[in-house]
């Protein structure tokens, strides 16, 4: 900030203090919002907070699910599908719940009349509070016990409750006589209750034939004498429950930044005493739902005069106040401090004009200053514009016919506004390419907007052209390209957004994984295999991905495939079946062939998916240091047990669990094909379309042998190679080799 610019700021404030009025500047309370948009936010008399929901659009995982039973008057909620009702919920990260009484009678002769023994199952992302609820039990001749599971392993507690007579019974105390408590240990996510009779109540059944065993809050339950006899027609009591998200800390969800829960701006991420994962809190001096975009909304402390402690005037700021004097008064305003003094009139008067003509000229300068920052800023707008071919492009769409599909150039300001000027909390994804930010258009459109790091000035007409055939894709499994920004130093793409992640942390993922069934991957993968056909074949010009993996193919809320980052794609010619070009792509999932020739065919695809393949049957990466060096590559460890026909040993746990062992074998053998050293020899994507298109459908093509194929024997790499390798940030590694006359596209793929 410049020097101007404080001095006007200073002087502003001064204005404000000795010129304003004694009227406050308080505002309206705004309205908190507390659900997602379209989301129903009550059951009965219960508010339901987003993470918590009713619908699965409504909240943030399955375990924050509420049942609202309208059949009773007024409907009540419950957690999930249990009988577990909820009576309230709390952004503090608490839950109250009302729970069945475990009871056990006996008639005069000592026999068992009625018993039950309730169970609390509740969801991960719930556990019961150990310091708010005490585990009780009242009875005469009676013990019991608490017990279930904790984070991985059973707990158990009890006490017991003895008594002689009616009048040995204490009012308030839980100390043994006729009522005891005692303490359950922390993270309990599930309870069982259980109670037992020392003599069968022969010897206290006069006044006493019952025990009952529950846990409740501790300040919702006083004992009393009479609880012995009118527990009978209580049915529920009250229990605290607390709720966080996920499992992690602050810092290891804030790594991923699409399924970070703290999602306003003005909220912050805290570890709680009790239990595990995160929760979310508004900041100081703002309220509401700190889950949601926009939860956390500014206070106004000048409303409540418990809020502030201003003498006579309080004026509101953005997460705060300050204290102002009225008109011919001085000082800071504030109730025990040095409050507001009178000042001399013709001093105040030599003031306010002073300091008016100072921020009058100030003004002036500030509004000269921004005004020639803005036209430096229009004036390098324009430059980037041309520089990155923007009368090109407009040239090329002026040419297609009118179309809802023509690429659209957005211009900076829209794609600022759209992210929030890039804030780091919109920052859905890193590489070693660039970063790609999730924005919000003013249709209402979500959109993933890519910025990349580096661009080839050189080949600026390529990429122009790369713009315009990629946003004429019309594929249900390709991710949209509608449309880019050029006013800025490195150019601007804008895709669809998808909502549900990678198929490579779908993979690996463990909790992702168990939910990715043989179908739905055998379906994945027929998906992608007909994109890459669609590209191979049927596009106007056929296009080479050069960098498919599980980590460019994203998955929408269905479990379906979209094929993503076209950033090092090439087209090729129809004249031309090879290109010679840098060598691009993503170690482990590079085509050897390509590697050491420099020679990029449509062969260098199916080479790629064939290892995506192979990630989808066994649920291993693709490199991984932990194995032995000759099988540190997935698809060199894929080979050697096809050879030594070991496939069902590294299969994944699902994969062999539902699927059909001849179906995998003949998946495999498509992904043994396509893993041939030599191109020549791998099928195209049209034919493995077909095959596994076949498989699904319980057929079979005539390309895929019934045996084993021949030894693979030598290896291209023989007499090594030099390059350079790159790291992204998402741990995916790049690698890149200069041949003579390559051709490199202006954009990187981005990671």
Known sequence: MGFLQIQFIKLLAILVIIASSKSSLSTTPPNFTIARPNCINRCGNLSIPYPFGTTPDCYQSYGFFVTCNHTFNPPQAFIQNSSIEISDISLDGQLKALQFIAHDCYNQNGTRVSYNDPWIDLPISLTVNNTANKFTIIGCDTYGFIFGRRLDRNYSTGCTAICDAKDDLIAGSCAGLGCCQTSIPKQVWRVGLSLWSYENYSNVWSFDNCSYAFLVEESAFTFSPENLTNLRSVEKLPMVVDWAIGNGTCEEAQMNASSYAC??????????????????????????????????????????????????????????????????????????????????????????????????????????????????????????????????????????????????????????????????????????????????????????????????????????????????????????????????????????????????????????????????????????????????????????????????????????????????????????????????????????????????????????????????????????????????????????????????????????????????????????????????????????EMEIAGLMMGEKHPWVPTGHDEEVKGSLLEGGFSGAINVGEDNSTSIGFYAKDHVMLPIGGGR
């Open 263 to 688: 999602k306003s701006v003005n909220s912050r991420c805290y570890k709680p005493d009790n239990g595990y994962g995160y929760r979310c809190s508004c900041l100081e001096g703002y309220q509401g739902n700190p889950y949601l975009l926009r939860g956390c909304q500014d206070v106004d402390e000048c409303e409540d005069p418990r809020l502030n402690i201003c003498e006579k005037r309080c004026v509101n700021t953005m997460g705060g106040f300050h204290c102002a004097c009225p008109k011919g008064y001085y000082g800071d305003g504030r109730k025990g401090g040095q409050g507001c003094i009178r000042g001399e009139s013709l001093a105040f008067k030599l003031a306010a004009g002073i300091s008016l003509g100072i921020i009058v000229l100030l003004l002036i300068a500030y509004w000269l200053h921004l005004e020639l920052k803005r036209r430096r800023q229009t004036k390098m707008r324009q430059m980037f514009f041309l520089q990155n071919g923007g009368m090109l492009l407009q040239e090329k769409i002026s040419r297609k016919e009118r179309s809802s599909d023509t690429t659209t150039i957005f211009s900076e300001f829209e794609l600022q506004k759209a992210t929030n000027n890039f804030d780091n909390n919109m920052i859905i994804g890193k590489g070693g390419f660039g970063i790609v930010y999730k924005g919000f258009l003013p249709d209402n459109r979500i959109v993933a907007i890519k910025k990349s790091k580096e661009v080839d000035q050189n080949q600026i007409e390529q990429f122009i052209n790369e713009v315009i055939i990629l946003s004429q894709i019309n594929h249900r499994n390709v991710v949209k390209l509608l449309g880019c920004c050029l006013e800025t130093q490195v150019p601007l793409l804008v895709y669809e957004f998808i909502n549900n992640g990678t198929l490579f942390e779908h993979i690996h993922n463990k909790a992702k994984a168990r939910f990715l069934s043989w179908e739905t991957r055998l379906k994945i993968a027929a998906d992608t295999a007909n994109v890459l056909a669609y590209l191979h074949s049927a596009a106007s010009m056929p296009i080479v991905h050069r960098d498919v993996k599980s980590a460019n193919i994203l998955l929408d809320h269905t479990l379906t495939a979209k094929v993503s980052d076209f950033g090092a794609s090439r087209l090729v010619p129809s004249d031309q079946t090879q290109l010679s070009t840098l060598v691009h792509g993503t170690l482990g999932y590079l085509d050897p062939e390509y590697m050491l020739t420099n020679q990029l065919t449509e062969k260098s695809d199916v080479y790629s998916f064939g290892v995506v393949l192979v990630e989808l049957l066994t649920g291993k990466k693709v490199l991984s240091f932990d194995r032995p060096e000759e099988e540190r590559g997935l698809a060199n460890l894929f080979l050697s047990v096809m050879k030594e026909d070991r496939l069902f040993e590294i299969l994944e746990e699902n994969v062999m669990r539902e699927g059909n062992k001849k179906q995998l074998m003949k998946v495999a053998m498509v992904a043994k094909n396509c893993l041939h050293l030599k191109g020549d020899e791998r099928p195209c994507m049209k034919e493995v």
